[in-house]
């Protein structure tokens, strides 16, 4: 009788957790088809001012890749100044590895170009990590913080393409 029940409770387990299984796998499908062929803004086009920079040139690539293509014409123009990165030494060691968090900010406003009026005024994008560098290979270092840049910018890139999609188009 006893073997039984736990075999009874045996197959609901397996079975709740095929069922579980199966709902988890479908949610993910699901959520990769919704975004399929859709541009992530609501808008179609939208200026950019900036300096020519390696952040500028992210942002105009993750533009694009939402689906929004940059032009002078856009009704709404993306105001971006030039970044700013800062290291802060976390560890206090003279020799050997140092924990360093490096931050990115930059600035940015947007307008509309029909009558110069700030839709987003004096925003900041902000972004860090931490690293490891070393003091031993000087190059070696060099890399681990320029990919940690990049990194950076890419990511104050995505916080930016968030913000304006939640901006009401014109």
């Known amino acids: 009788m006893m073997h039984r029940a736990f075999s009874r409770r045996a197959r ?3 079975g709740i957790g095929l069922v ?3 709902v988890i796998t479908m949610a993910g499908c699901g959520f990769q088809l919704r975004g399929m062929h859709q541009p992530l803004l609501g808008m179609s086009e939208v200026g950019l001012s900036a300096n020519v920079s390696p952040f500028s040139e992210t942002v105009r690539r993750a533009l694009e890749q939402a689906g929004t293509e940059v032009s002078d014409d856009a009704d709404l123009r993306v105001n971006l100044g ?3 990165i800062a290291s802060n030494r976390l560890t206090r ?3 050997g590895s140092r924990e360093t968090e490096i931050t990115l900010t930059a600035p940015f406003s947007v ?3 029909a009558d110069d009026a700030y839709v987003l005024n004096q925003q900041q994008l902000e972004t860090s990590t931490t690293v490891l560098l070393s003091t031993d290979d000087i190059y070696a270092g060099n890399q681990v913080r320029d990919e940690a840049v990049q990194r ?9 393409i968030d913000r304006l999609g939640a901006l009401e188009t014109p």
């Open 12 to 14: 609901q387990a397996v």
């Open 20 to 22: 579980t299984l199966a």
């Open 82 to 84: 030039d970044e700013r």
């Open 93 to 95: 060691a003279d020799s």
């Open 111 to 113: 307008q509309r170009v």
């Open 152 to 160: 950076l910018r890419e990511q104050a890139a995505d916080q930016l």
